[in-house]
């Protein structure tokens, strides 16, 4: 017992550690497909993954297995691709986003609320808090994008258990992260307990600088969880290269297409500048240039409210 105090203890120490220390152990499962814009979907009765057991015959949302998560790749014969850094840098929606979100307005999800999973850089004093506290931010920004603002208004400047320093997919899924704050309880995950206390329609999920082994795998899981409870995943390419290899922003990019949901590709935004703005903290230099300089930041604030009003717009048909 006193062992796992000690090793939560230099967890939590280390603000944007490297990765998590402790993954929870997740056994593969099938992969669900979009949910269909239709109520209804006939599927075999062996790979039917239903949302929830509450809905009743007529609002139930069904979707069929595609195939089976594979050591957290997205799949042994995915040949290495980088069609991703020509995706453009905001998400082009389908009709599956409106399909997803209309299912979680039968379950009572919040149609002003969004939620952010990712690590230290999407804290809101590093990514959307200002949206709320600067009013002359907001007096710049165009019509539409002012009108996202009042809509999710109270959603850019909340800390949540989703969104930490040093956080991983893995330790979204992992019930000790959230270390018992934000209201959580210990019997509950992060993305449980964000989807509790927060019960958003929309999640932006930009995380990976820390990634895992089991990066995909996880992230997989997560998805599927946020459409089983009709939350709209927004996924995004992160800045970085850490992994060396690009790894993550392609597993992503795949991510996106596999289960067909907007992609906002931030990777591509940051092409004009310098090292695509990063830096190596002076205080952390073992971790290499992952941090975002001001214009960095700047763009990622930008295009970031921009994805959630171009997805939000299709999904309401405002």
């Not at 379950?107 to 969004?114: D, K, R």
């Not at 018992?180 to 309880?185: L, T």
Request: with cysteine.
């Amino acid at each position: 017992m006193k062992f796992s105090k000690i090793i939560i203890f230099f967890i939590f120490l280390v603000a944007c550690s490297p990765q998590v220390t402790t993954s929870p152990t997740i056994s593969p499962t099938n992969t669900p497909s979009r949910p269909i814009p239709t109520p209804r979907y006939d599927v075999t009765e062996q790979n039917q993954v239903e949302v929830t057991e509450e809905a009743t015959a007529t609002q139930r949302v069904t979707v069929t297995a595609t195939e089976e998560v594979n050591a957290g790749e997205i799949s042994t014969e995915t040949p290495i691709s980088n069609d991703w850094m020509t995706s453009p840098i905001l998400p082009q929606p389908t009709e599956n986003i409106r399909a997803i979100y209309e299912y979680g307005q039968t379950l009572g999800n919040n149609p002003n609320s969004f939620s952010i999973f990712g690590d230290c850089q999407a804290r809101p004093d590093e990514f959307f808090g200002l949206f709320e506290t600067d009013e002359s931010l907001v007096a710049s920004l165009t019509p539409d994008l002012q009108e996202t603002v009042n809509q999710f208004y109270g959603s850019f400047n909340r800390e949540s258990p989703t969104a930490q320093d040093g956080t991983t997919p893995g330790a979204l899924l992992w019930i000790q992260w959230h270390r018992g704050k934000y209201g959580c309880m210990f019997t509950e995950t992060p993305v449980e307990c964000e989807l509790r206390i927060n019960n958003p329609s929309f999640v932006i999920i930009q995380i990976g600088s820390h990634f895992e082994s089991r990066n995909t795998e996880y992230l997989r899981r997560i998805i599927t969880q946020l459409i089983d409870r009709g939350v709209v995943p927004i996924l995004a390419t992160k800045a970085d290269n850490r992994e060396l290899d690009f790894r993550v922003n392609r597993d992503m990019y795949l991510l996106a297409q596999e289960f067909d949901l907007p992609l906002w590709n931030f990777w591509a935004s940051l092409s004009d500048l310098p090292n695509r703005g990063l830096y190596t903290r002076k205080d952390r230099p073992l971790q290499g240039d992952i941090y975002l300089i001001e214009e960095a930041q700047e763009i990622q604030r930008q295009t970031g409210l921009e994805a959630l009003n171009i997805v939000w717009r299709y999904a309401t048909d405002n």
